[in-house]
């Protein structure tokens, strides 16, 4: 009879160690989701969200509930709040990826005179450029894996990220910086080409423009523009997400790497 209640005694003591390693996991996870590219946007419905989230923790718990146990403190709400931090980072760090491809795309919406196409008909204004490269960006990201990934990030994020414990704020400050200018140099050299040929355009324009004064350069060469970027975007759009994503697929196979 001892040696039954010695059992369900180490039984019992390991499923709550199970459950709150579970615990630690779901908060990570859904912070991380809310502000995931696709899993995170508005559109999804918030049950779906929560479902996604509750799938993800069913998966990693196992695998990461002997990993936690050796380091794990007992249930705090300090141990949830720094968990929630932690999901809070790689979710804003998957997020500014996205928010690259949309900065990529008002460049590109600028330079080819058309940022101003269908104005205001989504929820965040932005040109229809950055709908069509976000729409497509997100499809393509999820077609390759993204929730894959994401899993995989969360636990490679606990090597750096170590449960329930703060990050220190100058070691987060100096990774979001560089990761912020990452994302801007990766947004600028998506939209390079079209800046390049949007300057060698207006050059080209200002030289006609001396040539023939009484010649209305503006009115001519302005449907060539938005011709040309058309164009130039149907055949550029696939290598500039194929870069996007290689680029996403970098992050979060060392989302603490050395950055550039």
Known sequence: MTGILSELSRLLDLAEGLAWAATL???????????MPGLGDPVVPQRVKLALVVA??????????????????GPTFLALGSEAVSGLILGIGLRLFLVALTTAAAIIAQATTLSQLFAGAAPEPQPAIGNLLTMAGIALAMISGL????????????????AARLPLSSEAADWSVALIGRCFGLAFTL????????????????????AMPTLMVSMVGAPALTLG????????APVILMVWLAALSDHMAAPFGAVP
């Open 229 to 236: 970027g058309m164009a130039m975007l149907a055949v550029a």
């Open 147 to 162: 929730h894959v990934r994401a899993a995989q990030l969360v636990m490679l994020s606990y090597d750096f990220l170590p």
């Open 56 to 73: 993800f923790a069913i998966v990693l718990s196992p695998m990461l509930a002997e990993r936690l146990a050796s380091d794990m403190p």
């Open 25 to 35: 996991v779901f908060v990570r996870v859904g912070a991380m989701v809310a502000l």
């Open 191 to 210: 939209s390079a080409p079209f800046v390049i040929a949007s300057v060698l355009y207006n050059l080209a324009l200002g030289a006609i423009n001396r």
